[in-house]
T-cell receptor, first 116, second 115 residues
Framework: AQSVSQHNHHVILSEAASLELGCNYS??????LFWYVQYPGQHLQLLLK??????LVKGIKGFEAEFIKSKFSFNLRKPSVQWSDTAEYFC??????????????FGTGTKLQVIP | EAQVTQNPRYLITVTGKKLTVTCSQN?????MSWYRQDPGLGLRQIYY???????DKGDVPEGYKVSRKEKRNFPLILESPSPNQTSLYFC??????????????FGPGTRLTVT
């Protein structure tokens, strides 16, 4: 069964600082990778996704992520964070499960707090 | 507007009183799932459905039931709620189509408190 690890549980940054959130997964086959964001009091929204092609993926609001297959990693980056980026970020992996279903597994999330 | 709706958004109930949380999507998605979100544990899948009348257990199915009689609806049923089911619940839908690649669309969440 696949699993997802997010090692940073809580990150505090000042505005304009650079961000990198780690995500590692365990699954030996082909996967699709996602980052979702949950702003305070809201539901999860897709930030970006990777399923093939260029391993550097660009998403909304200036976020990007790099898929490194050899390291089973899909780290999220942003060169300069803003106060409005304060949110919880979830890495997710989907992979073949049973009966043709593609199961999505989420990491435990990283809370990002950006200080003005 | 493409969306997933859940009702109710907030619910406080007592142990043992049966309840249903509704979920509906208007995107004609085949896949639907229920998740619970707890601090430090992320999102854990309760049940999922691949299509009408096709449902299966996720990672934490104990104490929950689901049904999928219509493609758009996927209600979550707690026959006898207990305090350990106090949580934030999300319904999500997705499609295996090439363009969407299983991207999950989430509902607004239902905050359930069982006393």
């Amino acid at each position: 069964a696949q699993s997802v690890s997010q090692h940073n549980h809580h990150v505090i940054l000042s505005e304009a600082a650079s961000l990198e959130l780690g995500c590692n997964y365990s699954y030996g086959g082909t996967v699709n990778l996602f980052w979702y964001v949950q702003y305070p009091g809201q539901h999860l929204q897709l930030l970006l996704k990777y399923f093939s092609g260029d391993p550097l993926v660009k998403g909304i609001k200036g976020f990007e992520a790099e898929f490194i297959k050899s390291k089973f990693s899909f780290n999220l980056r942003k060169p300069s964070v803003q106060w409005s980026d304060t949110a919880e970020y979830f890495c997710a992996v989907n992979a073949p499960y049973s009966g043709g279903y593609q199961k999505v597994t989420f990491g435990t999330g990283t809370k990002l707090q950006v200080i003005p | 507007e493409a969306q997933v709706t859940q009702n109710p958004r907030y619910l406080i109930t007592v142990t043992g009183k049966k309840l249903t949380v509704t979920c509906s999507q208007n995107m004609n998605h085949e896949y639907m799932s229920w998740y619970r979100q707890d601090p430090g544990l992320g999102l854990r899948q309760i049940y999922y459905s691949m299509n009408v009348e096709v449902t299966d257990k996720g990672d934490v199915p104990e104490g929950y039931k689901v049904s999928r009689k219509e493609k758009r609806n996927f209600p979550l049923i707690l026959e006898s709620p207990s305090p350990n089911q106090t949580s934030l619940y999300f319904c999500a839908s997705s499609s295996p189509g090439l363009a969407t690649t299983y991207e999950q669309y989430f509902g607004p969440g239902t905050r359930l408190t069982v006393t």
